[in-house]
């Protein structure tokens, strides 16, 4: 019985985390570039009793073993970086990325992170920065009183100054891609962090080598599925009930053979 009440057990501990991040992702449904997550469940270690081939007579063998699992827990979670839609704003400095890859962006340590949110703003120098005030990498700066400013799906930046006519070019964004996007580490704030597991990042042209175009005016939405979201919620709900009733289970099968012992 308490072999029961521990399987039961671990498998209560594993739907929790799993609903926490359902909770996590139904929280950023409309976090503009957020990644949903995914709770992945693995088996503990079995509790072997017979091992399948082992002799069952003189010349013959048993077909199939005979263990016992312990339970169950999270692997890991695991981001799901597919494309997110493309919310249209008409701002001129809101920017999106359809493809892979991430902006690049100077944390006021000097490290640097990277996000798929491409709601850009302008600082006091004219510099083009996140909500938070984090720089653009490589730097952009847009001089005062520039007008018709343009970014080109390559990443080009241009603008009208003041007393031209003609268009001139500012800068060009760099998109950073890597190999194993699922290892960045989420810092907050929209905001990954390169890890061994991601790989160092590629910077490069916007459009080229596998890196996305980048889209002005737009923004990613995140890419939960509400209703998906919401039937693994309630699947989990359930699964989370069966495992109770299995510890309620084991419990009264205890108290049985205790009170008629």
Do not use: C, W
């Amino acid at each position: 019985m308490t072999s029961a009440l521990q399987i039961a057990r671990s498998g209560l501990d594993a739907l929790d985390q799993k609903m926490k991040t359902i909770s996590n992702n139904l929280a950023n449904v409309n976090t503009t570039g957020f990644k949903r997550d995914r709770a992945n469940f693995e088996t503990l270690m079995y509790q072997t009793t017979r091992n399948p081939g082992a002799p069952s007579a003189a010349d013959a063998q048993y077909a199939t073993g005979l263990g016992t699992g312990t339970g169950v827990r999270v692997a890991g979670t695991e981001r799901i970086h597919t494309q997110g839609s493309l919310q249209q704003t008409d701002n001129a400095l809101d920017l999106a990325i359809e493809g892979s890859g991430f902006f690049q962006l100077t944390l006021a340590n000097g490290r640097t992170a990277y996000t798929r949110d491409g709601g850009f703003k302008l600082n006091s120098d004219g510099q083009l920065v996140t909500g938070s005030g984090n720089k653009l990498v490589p730097a952009i700066t847009i001089p005062d009183g520039a007008q018709a400013i343009t970014i080109a799906a390559d990443g080009t930046v241009s603008a009208t100054l003041q007393g031209q006519t003609d268009p001139a070019q500012l800068g060009q964004i760099q998109i950073a891609r890597f190999i194993n996007p699922a290892g960045l580490q989420p810092i907050g704030e929209n905001m990954y962090a390169e890890t061994i597991a991601s790989g160092t990042a590629q910077a490069g042209v916007p459009g080229t080598n596998g890196a996305g175009a980048v889209r002005q005016g737009s923004l990613e939405t995140s890419n939960v599925s509400t209703v998906q979201e919401l039937v693994d919620m309630i699947e989990t709900q359930r699964a989370y009930e069966v495992n109770a009733k299995v510890i309620n289970s084991a419990d009264e099968m205890a108290k049985y053979v205790t009170q008629n012992m």
